[in-house]
Nanobody, 126 residues
Framework: QVQLVESGGGLVQAGGSLRLSCAAS????????MAWFRQATGKEREFVAA????????YYADSVKGRFTITRDNAKSTTYLQMTSLRPEDTAVYYC???????????????????WGQGTPVTVSS
């Protein structure tokens, strides 16, 4: 069983930055991909960013392109989401997701991922 533990959320003013971390407990092999999703109050969970381990391919939602960056640390089985120029509409609970099994290749869909973290809240004040 794999556990994903997110950290780094908090309260920040608009225009500010935060870095989220997601550490995976499974260290015997690399994931195929890891991603971040978010869910604002009263809304459905949405894709934010993903990273494919095989070629470092990264993918972003249009709403965060140019502001958010997803990276990884292989040695720590950790992925990071650097968020800059934050806006009030970025306020949400951010979830980390990972897949170790078969990679379908649709990295912006929830069904691609086998494991999910508990979420870390991000609040951006105006």
């Amino acid at each position: 069983q794999v556990q994903l533990v997110e950290s780094g959320g908090g309260l920040v003013q608009a225009g500010g930055s935060l870095r989220l971390s997601c550490a995976a407990s499974r260290r015997t092999s690399d994931p195929k991909a890891m991603a971040w999703f978010r869910q604002a109050t009263g809304k459905e969970r949405e894709f934010v960013a993903a990273l494919r381990w095989s070629d470092d391919g990264t993918y972003y939602a249009d709403s965060v392109k140019g502001r958010f960056t997803i990276t990884r640390d292989n040695a720590k089985s950790t992925t990071y989401l650097q968020m800059t120029s934050l806006r009030p509409e970025d306020t949400a609970v951010y979830y980390c997701a990972a897949v170790w099994g078969y990679l379908i290749g649709v990295l912006d869909r929830e069904y691609e991922y086998d494991y999910w973290g508990q979420g870390t809240p991000v609040t951006v004040s105006s």
